[in-house]
C-alpha cells in the first residue's frame, strides 16, 4: 500500500493498553486473524481466507502488479466473505442449515444443471433434518434465484461498508462490491461483464476458487475447477495465469502456518495502527457478525459499554477496563460458526443445537487467539458464559478460575441479553432483567459485586440524545430500525399505520440517502451511529 489509508494513519503512534498491545500493531496482523470469522461464517476450516488471500498476493505479484495494487488484493481477499453473515437471516427463512447452502454454493458451477441436481441439491439437504429435507429441496428450486440475489447484494454492501469503517481504500471496496459479478455478465448483484468488474475482484474470485478446491481435492481438483470457471464466472486471463503457475501457488498454501507467512507476505510498507484504531476495528467486527439475526443487532457493542462503566465503579486499573471493554465487543464473534436457525429457534432446543450453543465461545476464543496482538482478548471472551458454581460454559471452569474483569463480562452479557427480544420470548423490562441477575447471584452463579456494578451502570445511562444523521428526520430514523429487524414494506406499514406504498417509498429514499440497498448494510449503518 503506497501510504496508509487516512483513517488509519491517523491512528497511527505508540500506546499501552491492556486490552491490546498497540505499540506498532500491524492492521494484517489484526484483519489476518479476525478473517476467520469469515471462515466459520462460511462453514469453511478456519484459515480459508488466509490461504485465499496468499494465492491472490502471489498471483497478482508474478502477473508484475505494483505493489499498491497487491495490497488492495490482500485486505479484499481477506475480507472477501465478511458480509457472510448479513443474508443469514433471510436463508434461515427457507434453509435449516445456511452454512451448508454456503457450501454447497461454493462448490457448485451454476451453468451446469448436472452439478445443481446432483450436487447442489443433495449437499444442501445432506445435514437437514429428516422433516426438514422436503422444504429445503423446495426452497432450492423455487428460491434460489430470489436467495442468490439477496445473498450478494447484502454480502457486498457489507463487506464493503466494513473495508471503508476500518480506513481501507477504495479499490478495496470496489473489488468487494464487485465479489460475486461473473466474467460473462450473469453474476450479481450489478450485473457487470469483463474487464468492467474490478481487477482485485477478478484477481481474488481466481484465488478463492483455488484455495476451496484445492482443500477439497488438492492441486488437480483445483485446476479443473479454475478450467471449468474460466470464460463464465472466472477472467480467462487471469485462470490462465494461475494456471501456469498453479503448483507453485498451492504448494506455498501447503506449508506450515499459512496466517503467520501471510502477514509476512504483506505488501510494504505495512499498515500500524495505535489504542484508538484497534478498538474501532474490533467494534466493526462484532457488529458485522451481530447481522447474523436481528435480535442480536448492537448487542456487543452494549455489553462493551455495560462492561466498561461496571469496571469503572469496581476501581479497577485502566489496563483491565480496556481489556473488559474490547472483550465485550468481541466475546460473540463465534456465534458464525453455529447456523442462524439455531439462534432464531423459538422453542426448546435439542441436545445437538445446544452443544453447537455452548461452542459459540469457545470459536470466539479460537478466532481472537489466532492474532498475538488479541490473544489475551481471545482468554477472556473465552469465559464470558462461565459462572462461579462452575455450571457454565464452554470450559466449565469455577470461581478460582474467574478473574474479576470476566465475571463483569458474563453480568454484563446477561443483562443486556434479557432486556432484548428473543426469537423464544419477549424483552424482559430492566426491573424484571435486573431481578433475574440479581437471582442469580444469590445463587451463586453470577458475582454479586459484578451485578451490582453493572446494574448501577444500566440504571444510571441516561437516554443518548440522537443526532441527526445523513439528515434524517424520526420517522426515517423509525423505518431504520424496522427495516433493520427485517420487517416487509407491507410490515412497516402495518407498524406505522402507513400505506405499503409509503412505507415503501420511506424505505426507499433511506436506501437513497445512507447509500446503501440492503437490510443488513441498513443494520449495519444504524449500529455505526448508535440508531438501534
Known amino acids: 500500500m503506497g501510504t496508509p489509508p487516512r483513517a488509519i494513519a491517523e491512528g497511527v503512534g ?33 484459515g480459508s481466507a488466509a490461504r485465499t488471500a496468499l494465492i491472490a498476493v502471489q498471483l497478482a505479484r508474478n502477473c508484475g502488479w505494483p505493489e499498491d495494487t497487491v495490497s488492495h488484493v490482500f485486505y479484499a481477499a481477506l475480507l472477501q466473505h465478511i458480509g457472510c453473515t448479513a443474508y443469514s437471516h433471510e436463508v434461515s427463512a427457507l434453509f435449516a442449515d445456511e452454512l451448508s447452502v454456503k457450501r454447497a454454493s461454493m462448490a457448485t458451477d451454476f451453468t451446469r444443471p448436472s452439478e445443481i441436481m446432483l450436487g447442489y441439491l443433495p449437499e444442501i439437504t445432506r445435514r437437514s433434518p429428516p422433516g426438514e429435507r422436503l422444504r429445503t429441496v423446495r426452497s432450492g428450486l423455487l428460491h434460489s434465484r430470489q436467495m442468490t440475489a439477496g445473498y450478494t447484494l447484502s454480502n457486498c454492501e457489507t463487506a464493503a461498508a466494513v473495508a471503508r469503517r476500518i480506513g481501507l481504500p477504495d479499490p478495496v471496496r470496489t473489488g468487494l462490491l464487485d465479489n460475486f459479478e461473473w466474467w460473462n455478465g450473469k453474476g450479481g448483484p450489478k450485473g457487470l461483464r469483463g474487464e468492467a468488474i474490478s481487477l482485485i475482484a477478478r484477481v481474488v474470485n481466481v484465488a478463492g476458487y483455488a484455495s476451496f478446491f484445492d482443500q477439497r481435492g488438492g492441486p488437480d481438483a483445483a485446476v479443473a475447477a479454475i478450467v471449468q470457471r474460466s470464460g463464465h464466472y472466472l477472467d480467462p486471463a487471469l485462470a490462465t495465469a494461475f494456471r501456469r503457475h498453479a503448483n507453485d501457488l498451492l504448494t506455498a498454501t501447503a506449508a506450515g502456518d499459512v496466517s503467520d507467512r501471510l502477514v509476512a507476505a504483506e505488501p510494504t510498507p505495512p499498515v500500524q495502527i495505535a489504542a484508538a ?4 476495528v474490533l467494534r466493526i467486527f462484532g457488529e458485522a457478525v451481530d447481522l447474523k439475526s436481528p435480535f442480536l443487532h448492537g448487542h456487543s457493542t452494549r455489553v462493551s459499554k455495560l462492561a466498561d462503566g461496571a469496571c469503572r465503579r469496581l476501581g479497577l486499573d485502566e489496563p483491565d477496563v480496556e481489556l473488559a471493554r474490547q472483550a465485550g465487543l468481541v466475546q460473540d ?70 478473574p474479576i474483569t470476566a465475571r463483569v463480562l458474563a453480568a454484563a452479557d446477561s443483562y443486556q441479553a434479557l432486556i432484548l427480544d428473543r426469537p423464544h420470548r419477549r424483552a424482559f423490562s430492566p426491573s424484571a432483567a435486573a431481578g433475574v441477575v440479581l437471582a442469580e447471584a444469590r445463587t451463586g452463579r453470577l458475582d454479586p459485586d459484578a451485578v451490582a456494578a453493572v446494574l448501577a451502570v444500566a440504571d444510571g445511562t441516561p437516554v443518548s440524545q440522537r443526532a441527526q444523521v445523513a439528515g434524517l428526520t424520526d420517522r426515517q430514523i423509525e423505518v431504520i430500525r424496522l427495516v433493520a429487524r427485517g420487517l416487509s414494506n407491507r410490515a412497516i406499514a402495518g407498524e406505522l399505520t402507513i400505506s405499503t406504498r409509503t412505507a415503501e417509498h420511506h424505505v426507499q429514499d433511506i436506501y437513497a440517502r445512507i447509500g446503501v440497498s440492503s437490510r443488513a448494510a441498513t443494520a449495519l449503518f444504524a449500529m455505526e451511529h448508535g440508531l438501534l
Open 333 to 402: 464473534l463465534g456465534r458464525v460458526a453455529v447456523a442462524t436457525g439455531i439462534w432464531e429457534h423459538a422453542g426448546s432446543l435439542g441436545t445437538d443445537a445446544w452443544q453447537q450453543v455452548r461452542l459459540h465461545a469457545y470459536h470466539s476464543e479460537q478466532i481472537l487467539c489466532r492474532s498475538t496482538a488479541l490473544s489475551r482478548l481471545g482468554t477472556l471472551a473465552g469465559l464470558h458464559h462461565e459462572r462461579l458454581d462452575g455450571s457454565g460454559y464452554y470450559r466449565r471452569v469455577s470461581a478460582a478460575q474467574l
Open 277 to 280: 484504531a484497534v478498538e474501532d
Open 14 to 46: 505508540r500506546a499501552q493498553s491492556g486490552g491490546v498491545e498497540t505499540t506498532g500493531v500491524r492492521l494484517a496482523e489484526l484483519v489476518v486473524g479476525l478473517s476467520s470469522v469469515a471462515d466459520l461464517g462460511m462453514g469453511l476450516p478456519i
